[in-house]
C-alpha cells in the first residue's frame, strides 16, 4: 500500500514537471513580443515615412545657474530602413578630454534608443542586436530576457516583465561593469488610436556600490502632422554622491516630418 502511494506521488509530481515545461514551451518569444508591441501606438503606422530631429541635453540648471549645454545628437529615420545618427559634445560640458571622447563614443547609441522611444518600438530593434529567450512566469509577469550579440551594447543582459495583457510593467539590465539597473514602466492610452499605449515615465534605480541614483523621467508629447511625438523629456535625478537631487529638461527640436521642417519645433 506504502508502494502505491509512493508511485501515485511520483507520478503526480512528474504530471505537474511536464504540464510546467509544456507551459514554458507553448510562449514563443517573438510572438509573444510581437502580441506585446501590436498594442502600442507606433507613428510609422500613422502616417510617418521619414524624420529627423535633434535632441538636445543641457546643464542641469539647480547645479549649473549659468546654463550650458551638454550634447547634442542628430536622429534621421526613413521608413526603407536608412537611419543616421551623429552627435557632439558641448564645450560647456564639466568633463576632461577623455571624458569628452568617452562621451561622443556613446552618442551614436543614445540616438538609437531616442529613435526607438520615438517610433514606440524599443523592443523592436532590441531584436535587432540580441538574442532572445522566454524565461517562464513569475508573481504573474512574463520574463524575456535579452542578450547582446555585439559588446558595443554595454550591458550583459536584460529581462523585461510583461503582464498577462503583454503590457511592459518593469526591466532589469545587468550592465557591463556590474551595476544593475531597475526600471518601472507607466503608459497612457492614445484615445484618438483605438487605446493604443504612448510611454508616459520610466522610474529607474541604478545599484552602484555602496549607493544607489534614482532616475524618473517623463514623455513630454505634441501633435504635429496629425502624428504624436516626443517634443522633450523631464529627468529628475537623486541620489549622486556629493550631489544635490535635480531636474532636467531634454529638448527634441530641428523636426523634419516627411521631408517637412517645421518651424514650430
Same mark, same amino acid.
Not at 73 to 80: F, G, T
Not at 82 to 105: C, I
Given at each position: 500500500?506504502?508502494?502505491?502511494?509512493?508511485?501515485?506521488?511520483?507520478?503526480? $509530481?512528474?504530471?505537474?514537471?511536464?504540464?510546467?515545461?509544456?507551459?514554458?514551451?507553448?510562449?514563443?518569444?517573438?510572438?509573444?513580443?510581437?502580441?506585446?508591441?501590436?498594442?502600442?501606438?507606433?507613428?510609422?503606422?500613422?502616417? #510617418?515615412?521619414?524624420?529627423?530631429?535633434?535632441?538636445?541635453?543641457?546643464?542641469p540648471?539647480?547645479?549649473?545657474?549659468e546654463?550650458?549645454? $551638454?550634447?547634442?545628437?542628430?536622429?534621421?529615420?526613413?521608413?526603407?530602413?536608412? *537611419?543616421?545618427?551623429?552627435?557632439?559634445?558641448?564645450?560647456?560640458?564639466?568633463?576632461?578630454?577623455?571624458?569628452?571622447?568617452?562621451?561622443?563614443?556613446?552618442?551614436p547609441?543614445?540616438?538609437?534608443?531616442?529613435?526607438?522611444?520615438?517610433?514606440?518600438?524599443?523592443?523592436?530593434?532590441?531584436?535587432?542586436?540580441t538574442?532572445? +529567450?522566454?524565461?517562464?512566469?513569475?508573481?504573474?509577469?512574463?520574463?524575456?530576457?535579452?542578450?547582446?550579440? *555585439?559588446?558595443?551594447?554595454?550591458?550583459?543582459?536584460?529581462? #523585461?516583465?510583461?503582464?498577462?495583457?503583454?503590457? #511592459?510593467?518593469?526591466?532589469?539590465?545587468?550592465?557591463?561593469?556590474?551595476? $544593475? #539597473?531597475?526600471?518601472?514602466?507607466?503608459?497612457?492610452?492614445?484615445?484618438?488610436?483605438?487605446?493604443?499605449?504612448?510611454?508616459?515615465?520610466?522610474?529607474?534605480?541604478?545599484?552602484?556600490?555602496?549607493?544607489?541614483?534614482k532616475?524618473?523621467?517623463k514623455?513630454?508629447?505634441?501633435?504635429?502632422?496629425?502624428?504624436?511625438?516626443?517634443?522633450?523629456?523631464?529627468? +529628475?535625478?537623486?541620489?549622486?554622491?556629493?550631489?544635490?537631487? +535635480?531636474?532636467?529638461?531634454?529638448?527634441?527640436?530641428?523636426?523634419?516630418?516627411?521631408?517637412?521642417?517645421?518651424?514650430?519645433?
Open positions: 500500500m506504502e508502494k502505491t502511494r509512493l508511485t501515485f506521488t511520483v507520478i503526480f $509530481i512528474l504530471i505537474i514537471l511536464l504540464c510546467s515545461m509544456n507551459t514554458n514551451a507553448q510562449v514563443e518569444p517573438h510572438s509573444f513580443l510581437k502580441k506585446a508591441e501590436d498594442i502600442l501606438y507606433h507613428p510609422d503606422e500613422n502616417g #510617418l515615412r521619414s524624420l529627423k530631429f535633434v535632441v538636445q541635453r543641457n546643464l540648471p539647480t547645479r549649473y545657474p546654463g550650458g549645454k $551638454i550634447w547634442e545628437v542628430n536622429v534621421e529615420w526613413h521608413n526603407n530602413g536608412e *537611419e543616421k545618427f551623429t552627435g557632439n559634445v558641448s564645450n560647456d560640458a564639466p568633463f576632461s578630454l577623455q571624458q569628452k571622447q568617452q562621451l561622443k563614443s556613446v552618442l547609441v543614445i540616438g538609437e534608443t531616442l529613435l526607438s522611444e520615438q517610433l514606440n518600438r524599443y523592443v523592436t530593434r532590441l531584436l535587432n542586436f538574442k532572445v +529567450s522566454y524565461q517562464g512566469e513569475n508573481a504573474g509577469l512574463h520574463k524575456i530576457a535579452f542578450k547582446p550579440k *555585439e559588446s558595443r551594447y554595454d550591458f550583459k543582459e536584460k529581462v #523585461l516583465f510583461y503582464d498577462e495583457n503583454y503590457v #511592459l510593467q518593469r526591466a532589469k539590465t545587468i550592465m557591463g561593469n556590474g551595476n $544593475i #539597473l531597475m526600471e518601472s514602466y507607466n503608459w497612457e492610452k492614445c484615445l484618438e488610436q483605438k487605446g493604443k499605449l504612448i510611454l508616459d515615465v520610466i522610474t529607474a534605480k541604478t545599484k552602484f556600490q555602496g549607493f544607489d541614483v532616475r524618473k523621467t514623455f513630454n508629447y505634441d501633435k504635429i502632422k496629425g502624428i504624436y511625438f516626443i517634443t522633450s523629456q523631464t529627468i +529628475s535625478t537623486e541620489g549622486i554622491p556629493g550631489m544635490p537631487s +535635480s531636474e532636467e529638461k531634454m529638448v527634441l527640436h530641428s523636426f523634419v516630418v516627411n521631408g517637412n521642417k517645421l518651424d514650430r519645433y
